[in-house]
T-cell receptor, first 110, second 117 residues
Framework: SQKIEQNSEALNIQEGKTATLTCNYTNYSPAYLQWYRQDPGRGPVFLLLIRENEKEKRKERLKVTFDTTLKQSLFHITASQPADSATYLCALESGGKSTFGDGTTLTVKP | ETGVTQTPRHLVMGMTNKKSLKCEQHLGHNAMYWYKQSAKKPLELMFVYNFKEQTENNSVPSRFSPECPNSSHLFLHLHTLQPEDSALYLC????????????????FGDGTRLSIL
């Protein structure tokens, strides 16, 4: 069966460190993978999109990798700040439908 | 400030009531979506509209009835809901589906928190 798994439900790190979040998928062949941020009581906010022929994408302190052999995407936040605390969702398209992972809640402690 | 506005933000209704959720986007997009987000569960896609035409109904029970009168507005009509329908209902929009869903970011509203008594 098709499945998207984000590495852990919660991740706690110290301010200034790099946060690394994982999105693994099985039985999908996505052409694109997206990452979103969601704060409590708010809707998800788009962060980055990466295509299957791209290995890496960067935006300011954010970096996403996409390994179609491992069926995995990694999402990195460098020099993390308490304001980066939120739930991060990965999403992919397969067969014209969008499917989201259940998210990883990141807490950055000062 | 979000370009996608959802009203109401909170709704409490009985199982026999009829209510509607409204979504409006000011981004000039042509694709609109309804999602359900329950506690500890991933976002579930419910309906997709592209240029006012429904292109996806993800096996949603008929007690949920969507309406898309134009590319800027999307409604979700609710009737005879069940307690398990209590959730956050999110609306989203994207440019259009011409190049596939995944090639474009989706812009979400802040949702309607629905509670069924």
């Amino acid at each position: 069966s098709q499945k998207i798994e984000q590495n852990s439900e919660a991740l706690n790190i110290q301010e200034g460190k790099t946060a690394t979040l994982t999105c693994n998928y099985t039985n999908y062949s996505p052409a694109y993978l997206q990452w979103y941020r969601q704060d409590p009581g708010r809707g998800p906010v788009f962060l980055l999109l990466i295509r299957e022929n791209e290995k890496e994408k960067r935006k300011e302190r954010l970096k996403v990798t996409f390994d179609t052999t491992l069926k995995q995407s990694l999402f990195h936040i460098t020099a993390s700040q308490p304001a980066d605390s939120a739930t991060y969702l990965c999403a992919l398209e397969s067969g014209g439908k969008s499917t989201f992972g259940d998210g990883t809640t990141l807490t950055v402690k000062p | 400030e979000t370009g996608v506005t959802q009203t109401p933000r909170h709704l409490v209704m009985g199982m026999t009531n009829k209510k509607s959720l409204k979504c409006e986007q000011h981004l000039g997009h042509n694709a609109m979506y309804w999602y359900k987000q329950s506690a500890k569960k991933p976002l579930e896609l419910m309906f997709v509209y592209n240029f006012k035409e429904q292109t996806e109904n993800n096996s949603v029970p008929s007690r949920f009835s969507p309406e898309c009168p134009n590319s800027s507005h999307l409604f979700l009509h609710l009737h005879t809901l069940q307690p398990e329908d209590s959730a956050l209902y999110l609306c989203a929009s994207s440019q259009d589906l011409g190049q596939g869903w995944g090639n474009q970011p989706q812009h979400f509203g802040d949702g309607t928190r629905l509670s069924i008594l």
